[in-house]
């Protein structure tokens, strides 16, 4: 008798400090993850570039320079591992500085920039970044039959941004953070009640270390996780540098949006009502 077998994809979560002068290190992480037979590697906020406030100070064609090689090495180890990247870089065009996230795969390579930046006082990154290339919402991709969304972390907090990422029928979302001071419970609940009223898996990748910037000492506490589509934290890590694995599983997507039907039943109702 065939025995059926359930679809699931497996994800890396990479959970470290400032590794962008480091490609060896990069390089023995994607071997853990190819070898736990991993597809999708994800990396954190500011880890491939320098932070933030590192940034502000930081010479234009040094920033280029930084893109350019952290790009290139990306391309070149999501072919070695044939294995697919979700990187957050730094670029630069026209000199011009944008916020953007990559997808390496071994054969293309996609780029979102950030539409929506915080601009609080102490931290204004709508003042230093150009405005996205282009007008788009968050991107997806699609892998052995599942839609993964990406998005980064700040613009998880906008119903309209996550919407369209719930219209386009995501499986899985990546989010890609870079938090610090005492945000870590409001992002759990923030990533618990995203997940469960998607139906779909949330993937929170988040950096550790520290950064001294502006007399001030910004202490990454990492808690990268895995949140399935019933807003349950699956699997978590501490303030550690490590590796979290997750396996999406298309079962689960399917009984959490068939038992709480969220967006078909607003579709439909907002159907009826304009009808």
């Not at 954190?44 to 790009?71: D, M, N």
């Not at 001294?212 to 699997?235: H, K, R, T, V």
């Amino acid at each position: 008798m065939r025995r059926c077998k359930i679809a699931t994809l497996d994800i890396a979560i990479f959970q470290t400090a400032d590794i962008a002068a480091s490609s060896a290190k990069l390089d023995y992480l994607l071997s853990q993850a190819k070898a736990k037979r991993c597809e999708i590697a994800v990396l954190g906020e500011y880890v491939l570039s320098p932070f933030f406030k590192e940034l502000e100070s930081t010479p234009i064609k040094e920033i280029r320079e930084i893109h350019i090689a952290q790009q290139e090495n990306l391309k070149k180890l999501a072919q070695i591992y044939n294995i697919y990247i979700v990187a957050p870089l730094i670029t630069v065009q026209k000199n011009k500085i944008y916020k953007s996230i990559f997808l390496f795969t071994p054969n293309r390579s996609l780029c979102y920039d950030q539409r929506i930046f915080m601009d609080y006082p102490h931290w204004n990154e709508a003042r230093f970044f150009a405005a996205p290339r282009a007008s788009s919402t968050p991107f997806f991709f699609t892998l052995k039959g599942f839609k993964i969304g990406v998005i980064a972390g700040f613009e998880l907090h906008f119903d309209a941004l996550w919407q369209s990422m719930i219209d386009r029928g995501i499986d899985a979302a990546i989010a890609v953070t870079a938090n610090t001071f005492e945000s870590f419970a409001r992002w759990q609940t923030l990533v618990k009640s995203r997940s469960f009223t998607a139906g779909s898996y949330l993937l929170r990748a988040n950096r550790v270390g520290e950064c001294s910037a502006d007399d001030q000492s910004w202490l990454f506490y990492g808690n990268s996780l895995i949140c399935n589509p019933m807003g349950e934290i699956e699997n978590a890590l501490d303030e550690r540098e490590g590796i979290v694995l997750a396996e999406i599983d298309k079962k689960a997507i399917k009984e959490a949006k068939e038992s709480f039907r969220f967006n078909k039943i607003w579709r439909r109702q907002t159907q009826e009502k304009m009808s």
